[in-house]
């Protein structure tokens, strides 16, 4: 009962018992950034970004892992990634 978080990190999975807001306050915003209501992401962990329709995007992970971009985080994703790609 309550809410979980699946961590996943360094190949290993950690069920949290937390929210994923609260989660997110805590991890550094220059690193990871909310991409879904269900997903957070490790920037450095991105290689690309794919359209999925008109107006749908998709990101993948250097593992491999595809995640949907939801449609009220694309506009962030978007400045994000952009601006680390010039730092």
Do not use: C, F
């Not at 978080?5 to 950690?14: C, K, Q, T």
């Not at 807001?21 to 991105?46: E, F, G």
């Not at 794919?50 to 985080?73: C, E, F």
């Amino acid at each position: 009962e309550g809410d979980y978080v699946l961590l996943h990190a360094g190949g290993r999975s950690h069920l949290l018992k937390d929210t994923i807001s609260s989660l997110a306050t805590r991890l550094d915003p220059a690193v990871h950034l909310r991409v879904h209501r269900s997903t957070i992401v490790n920037l450095k962990q991105v290689t690309s970004l794919h359209r999925r329709g008109p107006k749908g995007m998709s990101l993948t992970l250097a593992s491999g892992a595809d995640h949907a971009i939801g449609p009220n985080y694309v506009e962030t994703v978007l400045k994000v990634v952009n601006a680390r790609r010039w730092r």
